[in-house]
């Protein structure tokens, strides 16, 4: 089993930054990729960004040149945001897919954090 503790989340003001962090535990063999979705209320939820874990990253259009990814370390990951937009306010929640000990593929989801962008 893995679970995602995630933090980071907050109100900030139309062009702050904020910091979101995904810290990965329990037994697993490797992380293959990590990402984020959002859900705005009324809405769908939405792949923000995507990366495998040594190779490339992807981001969604409205992501795209204000949205990083990277890896802090084997089990850590964040989100950088910055010039923040009001329609970035949503629920945001992190995820991997990893290798198991058994060699098996699987995906864990973190509880979520709100983020509020006002203006």
């Known amino acids: 089993q893995v679970q995602l503790a995630e933090s980071g989340g907050g109100l900030v003001q139309a062009g702050g930054s904020l910091r979101l962090s995904c810290v990965a535990s329990g037994s697993f063999r490797s992380i293959d990729s990590m990402g984020w979705y959002r859900q705005a209320p009324g809405k769908q939820r939405e792949l923000v960004a995507t990366?495998?874990?040594?190779?490339?990253a992807y981001y969604a259009d409205f992501a795209r040149g204000r949205f990083t990814i990277a890896v802090d370390d084997a089990k850590t990951y964040i989100l950088q945001m910055n010039s923040l937009l009001t329609e970035d306010t949503a629920d945001y929640y992190c995820y991997v897919d990893v290798t198991s000990t058994d060699d098996t593929r699987e995906k864990f989801w973190g509880q979520g954090t709100q983020v509020t962008v006002s203006s």
């Open positions: 990366k495998i874990r040594a190779g490339p």
